[in-house]
């Protein structure tokens, strides 16, 4: 019996450490604190993309791809293939972006060169709209107009160089 009022009382004063550990925080389950976020950490800021200039190699082969489509274009557009001759005019819509970022500033920033670019773009995308629509009396129209603002009298007669 002695031994059971011993054991008691030992279960008793285990209890009870265990209740003044779990007052104090050591030994009580813990819960969980809500996670603190940190501060967001700023990504520098980058300088935007600096601008690739075409130098004279690399404009001399978009010149030369224009010529390719421009063919492409007369081609499929005297064949009445609608689909195609646009696509040759949508490649040359696209060249007329790039042809904006010739290396020579004098050159790029030139008001009429500018005039021309803008006039090739402009044509190039109506000739496309109506090429896919098989509407060949607007298409020559504007063929008429790529052939106007790339010829010796447009952009090729001031800028390009003697071959």
């Not at 279960?11 to 104090?24: D, E, H, K, W």
């Not at 935007?48 to 001399?60: F, G, R, S, T």
């Not at 489509?69 to 689909?83: T, Y």
């Amino acid at each position: 019996m002695r031994l059971l009022a011993l054991s008691i009382s030992l279960l008793g004063l285990l209890g009870f450490g265990t209740l003044a550990l779990q007052a104090q925080g050591n030994g009580a389950p813990k819960k969980e604190e809500p996670k603190k976020e940190e501060p967001k950490k700023e990504e520098p800021k980058k300088d935007p993309p600096k601008e690739e200039w075409l130098d004279d190699a690399a404009y001399e082969k978009l010149m030369e791809e224009c010529k390719d489509n421009w063919n492409k274009l007369k081609i499929n557009a005297k064949s009445k293939m609608g689909d195609k001759a646009a696509e040759a005019a949508d490649k040359l819509a696209e060249a007329a972006d790039k042809m904006l970022k010739h290396h020579l500033k004098e050159m790029r920033e030139a008001k009429d060169y500018k005039d021309w670019v803008a006039e090739l773009k402009k044509a190039a995308q109506d000739f496309s709209k109506a090429a896919k629509k098989s509407d060949w009396k607007e298409a020559d129209k504007q063929k008429e107009k790529l052939a106007t603002s790339c010829s010796d009298d447009g952009c090729h007669g001031k800028y390009r160089k003697d071959e």
